[in-house]
């Protein structure tokens, strides 16, 4: 494995030499792409940041050096306000179509399939991303776009679609009119794995047995990992991206099984490629071969964002995964809030959750769950019936609230 990986990074780390962004942060570091001959070697290569990243992707394509010549899609993303670009070249999108085939092939994706794409198709990424990889394989799509639920429905009526594109909520309200003929469902858009409950409460919305893949993607790198029929979670491309996880203090990389931010590395890409990237998702990454024939899996996808961690009691936080858990409560909405404070010298952790269930037994499991997911044992849980709106996290001791 690692040195099946190790020649295409090598390979890349060569190409990004020739890209003036990257070649002046491997020259800074006082790396040599020929150095890198092995793993360890590969972590002295310094991370790109988000904010580095979007200050070159954001200059005119004729001075930003993530463009070149051999361009042929321009697809944008948001963030904040503005749009930045996303470019591919032709060998990108064959790339990117060619890895994905072979995840439509292990879903049951047969070539006679006529598959509906419900995401969008001006500007992002998502729409043409499934449109581009379910041509290449050779299925029939049909380009529905997003919204419009009732023509969507009769579309996939009157050419009896059997695989649906779609984000999870505009699944489920196209399941209401009833969409029969549909027996495989591609869901991405949406936390999907990562919320507890919610595969259950899709697959009862269906009423009967369908495969449901689920994707893990982010505009700057489609597709990072995609889950397959067996449910041992979502597995990385590795032969598309490079994986790994840090500690988000140190930059160190973290075992297996541990939580931590991923950092991508594109092993092929020629425009705008990612080099260490610090996507600040907190993930964890498991190495356990699948029947499928991955071995590289996000369990549970990703469930955080790794720049809100808190550190209580010598334990490291992060407060966005309580959504994710609260969501398994049916008595309890996602909102909640944090306080940490100092008493008697220690930290004290206390959460307020929104609800209608005031039960010590629910209170109980839901400390249980806390314990089992963060490590860490909450002081006082209380059951608000409205939460008030402000910040999620208030941090007494650093001042800190958001
Ligand atoms: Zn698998």
């Known amino acids: 494995m690692i040195k099946e990986v190790i020649e295409p990074l090598r390979a890349q780390l060569e190409r990004l030499n020739q890209i003036a ?65 996303v470019y591919h070249t032709h060998n990108d999108l064959q790339k ?43 299925a029939k799509v049909i380009p529905v776009g997003p919204g419009e639920s009732e023509r969507a429905v009769q579309l996939i009526n009157d050419y009896q679609v059997s695989v649906l594109i779609s984000n999870p909520t505009f699944a489920m309200k196209l399941t209401q009119k009833g969409i029969p003929s549909v027996r495989i469902l591609f869901v991405g858009g949406e936390p999907f794995t990562s919320v507890e409950g919610y595969p259950e409460k899709v697959r009862e919305a269906f009423g009967r047995e369908i495969t449901i893949i689920d994707s893990y993607s982010m505009a700057l790198c489609m597709p990072i990992a995609r889950s397959c029929t067996h449910g041992t979670g979502l597995h990385v491309m590795d032969d598309f991206v490079y994986a790994e996880v840090i500690d988000p203090e140190t930059g160190n990389a973290v075992p297996y099984g541990e939580k931590g ?25 498991e190495k356990k071969r699948c029947e499928c024939g991955r071995e590289l899996t996000l369990p ?90 402000g910040p999620a996290v208030v941090d007494e001791r650093k001042g800190r609230r958001f």
């Open 21 to 85: 962004f990257y070649k002046q942060k491997i020259e800074n570091a006082g790396i040599h792409p020929s150095d890198t001959k092995a793993l360890d070697d590969f972590q002295n290569i310094p991370f790109t940041t988000t904010s580095e990243l979007m200050k070159e992707l954001r200059k005119k394509p004729s001075e930003s050096s993530l463009f070149s010549d051999d361009v042929t899609r321009i697809n944008f993303s948001p963030s904040g306000h503005d749009l930045y670009p």
């Open 96 to 138: 990117m179509h060619q890895v994905c085939g072979r995840s439509l092939e292990a879903a049951g994706v047969q070539k006679g399939d006529i598959c509906a794409v419900t995401f969008g198709y001006h500007l992002f990424i998502a729409g043409l991303f499934y449109q581009g990889q379910l041509e290449y394989y050779g």
């Open 261 to 285: 931010e991923l950092v991508l590395t594109h092993l092929h890409k020629e425009a705008a490629p990612l080099l260490r990237y610090r996507t600040g998702d907190l993930t964890l990454l």
């Open 300 to 389: 549970k996808s990703v469930f955080g964002r790794t720049d809100e961690m808190l550190k209580i009691k010598g334990v490291k936080f992060w407060p966005s995964q309580i959504s994710g858990i609260l969501r398994a409560f049916p008595g309890l909405t996602s909102r909640y809030q944090v306080v940490v404070r100092t008493k008697g010298g220690v930290d004290f952790l206390r959460l307020t959750v929104e609800g209608d269930d005031t039960s010590s037994p629910g209170i109980d499991e839901l400390s249980k769950r806390l314990k089992q997911e963060t490590l860490l044992a909450f002081n006082e849980i209380r059951v608000a019936n409205k939460l008030e709106e």
